[in-house]
């Protein structure tokens, strides 16, 4: 069963989401930042994932795209500022589909009696694009993908 929080509290620029693995955070994070492994687990279950590049270190560059059943295509890139193993990452992220509205996104894992904890912040430029982030369902895919991280999390422990 999922613990998965979703905080979106009114008037504030961002979104925190917090759940819990049970698995050693080493694991977590290697499932979060293996490009080989991040189409297993990232985007909505009924989409298929392609990583165009993930390059998981200080300066490296992102883009992952994902493709419905229709063949339309939704893409996402961004950098990673700051990564350090297992303890996270911080880099930003964009909507291809919207340019010009790029969030700041820290990843934080922390390891409690042999499972991992969880905590991203979404710092967005606006409160108005942290709303119509929000109203564009990314709850509903969040917890798809983390859904999707812990199943395969359990295949690597």
């Known amino acids: 069963m999922s613990d998965l929080k979703v905080v979106i509290e009114p008037d504030r620029q961002d979104i925190v989401m917090t759940r819990t693995f049970d698995a050693p955070r080493e694991v977590v994070f290697r499932a979060m930042t293996d490009p080989e492994l991040l189409p297993r687990w990232w985007g909505l279950r009924d989409t298929e994932t392609v990583v165009d590049r993930y390059e998981a270190r200080p300066g490296g560059s992102w883009r992952i795209v994902e493709r419905d059943k229709e063949g339309q295509e939704y893409a996402f890139h961004g950098v990673i500022h700051d990564i350090k193993a297992p303890e996270g990452y911080t880099g930003t992220f964009e909507f291809e589909g919207m340019p010009g509205h790029v969030l700041l996104e820290t990843h934080t ?20 694009d942290r709303d119509g982030m929000a109203a564009s369902g ?12 812990d199943e395969l999390i359990r295949t690597l422990v």
């Open 138 to 149: 990314m709850e509903e895919g969040a917890g798809q993908s983390m859904d999707q991280l």
């Open 109 to 128: 894992l922390e390891e409690v009696d042999g499972r991992t904890h969880y905590t991203s912040v979404s710092v967005f430029q606006s409160v108005e």
